[in-house]
């Protein structure tokens, strides 16, 4: 029997792996650190879409056969991990593709997104930045004169990956409607309101509620930060609410400029300016 398969599909550096550990918790959860799963069914759709043996046979039947295979695929794989009930996959990119989640999953997916006011996230890149300056990131370049100051970096960041690429996928799932398919979850909230947040997820997931630690959080995912210097998915040990710096590191006229630039963003999600 394999497990019900859930998604977390979060904005970087908005709690994505601290709620991975908190629901982790529950004894009857497996949660995942960031996870490839995605990119094992996307390189299979990738060569369904090119190879021409799938071009010359009856194009309905195979289809209904890749379905198949990408919902067998990733139940085998959360299965082999694991014998828990539930299995909660971690990746930026079940969001976007939740049309064709809902074309081979044989059940309604639930896909949960943690977002934070995007003022905070790219401060969090900022400050991932300048930690260790003794090491060299191969952010900055002098010769080409490329993100050697705090607006050319936001910029970056806004304009590649992760931030970048999570940022347009959740305005296009925005735009296109799909938005109601998601239980956005605010960090600010969550941080705030966990209780009544974490109520929330379990409402959303249709399971009975567990009740949580919150002042002593184990961290049981993990990942090698050293792969990308501008990552760090290492969870404080308890939730609490720490006050936003980010006029104070990236400067009030940057903060400014990012709120009009995603003022769809702090509209639909309510934050002030």
């Known amino acids: 029997m394999y497990p019900k398969i859930f998604f977390q599909s979060s904005l970087p550096r908005s709690g994505s792996t601290l709620l991975q550990n908190i629901l982790g918790q529950n004894p009857d959860f497996y949660v995942t650190p960031t996870s490839g799963l995605m990119e094992l069914i996307y390189g299979a759709r990738k060569n369904f879409s090119d ?3 799938f ?10 056969g890749f379905a198949a295979f ?16 539930y299995y909660v996959d971690k990746g930026r ?4 593709y939740i049309d064709w989640l809902e074309h081979f999953m044989p059940y309604q ?13 790219i401060t969090s890149m900022e400050k991932l930045y300048r930690r260790n300056p003794d090491m060299d990131n191969f952010m900055v370049s002098w010769h080409n004169l490329s993100n050697t100051t705090i607006a050319k970096r936001v910029d970056h960041f806004t304009n590649s990956i992760p931030v970048g690429i999570a940022v347009e996928r959740l ?5 296109t409607g799909k938005a109601h398919k998601f239980l956005f979850i605010k960090y600010e909230d969550f941080c705030l309101r966990p209780e009544t947040e974490m109520a929330r997820i379990y409402n959303y997931l249709d399971l ?30 308890r939730l609490e609410m720490h006050p936003s710096d980010a006029k104070s590191i990236l400067g009030e006229p940057i903060c400014d400029w990012i709120y009009n630039r995603y ?7 309510k934050y002030s300016k």
């Open 51 to 53: 190879a021409g043996e």
């Open 55 to 64: 071009k010359c046979i009856d194009k309905e039947s195979a289809r209904r």
């Open 70 to 85: 990408c919902s067998a695929g990733i139940h085998a794989y959360a299965g082999a991990i694991t014998d828990k009930k």
């Open 93 to 96: 990119s079940w969001g976007y």
């Open 109 to 121: 997916p639930k896909i949960i997104c943690m977002v934070r006011d995007l003022r905070d996230v």
């Open 171 to 175: 305005e296009s799932v925005l735009q």
């Open 208 to 237: 009975p509620f567990y009740n949580h630690n919150f002042d002593f959080i184990e961290q049981i995912t993990h990942e090698d930060d050293s792969l990308a210097p501008l990552s760090d998915h290492i969870i404080r040990n």
């Open 263 to 269: 003022a769809w963003f702090f509209d639909y999600f």
